[in-house]
Nanobody, 115 residues
Framework: QVQVVESGGGLVQPGGSLRLSCAAS????????TGWYCQAPGKERELVAI???????TYADSVTGRFTISRDNAKNTVYLQMDSLKPEDTAVYYC?????????WGQGTQVTVSS
């Protein structure tokens, strides 16, 4: 059974940092593409960042230069380092893992950027 579990969300002031983690089990993580989406209240879920099994990355324009996605295949974990956070980054952040044409989602973790 595949499980995808995010952690690391919380409340942070503008300009601050957070590091999200996403641990996957029941899956061959090293061959999987994985990434993060976010969904703000009243908005659709949108892509934040992707990291492929070869290590190449893609970022949304809104987070380029501020967020960094990385992975540790030995720990079956993907990370999202979020720096210079802005109030508009407030959202629920969802991790996903792709394998064999299926996408597995985590339950989401809330990030709130507010003073």
């Amino acid at each position: 059974q595949v499980q995808v579990v995010e952690s690391g969300g919380g409340l942070v002031q503008p300009g601050g940092s957070l590091r999200l983690s996403c641990a996957a089990s029941g899956i061959i993580f090293s061959i999987s593409a994985t990434g993060w989406y976010c969904q703000a209240p009243g908005k659709e879920r949108e892509l934040v960042a992707i990291i492929r099994n070869g290590g190449s990355t893609t970022y949304a324009d809104s987070v380029t230069g501020r967020f960094t996605i990385s992975r540790d295949n030995a720990k079956n974990t993907v990370y999202l380092q979020m720096d210079s956070l802005k109030p508009e980054d407030t959202a629920v952040y969802y991790c996903y893992v792709d394998q064999y044409s299926r996408r597995y989602w985590g339950q989401g973790t809330q990030v709130t950027v507010s003073s």
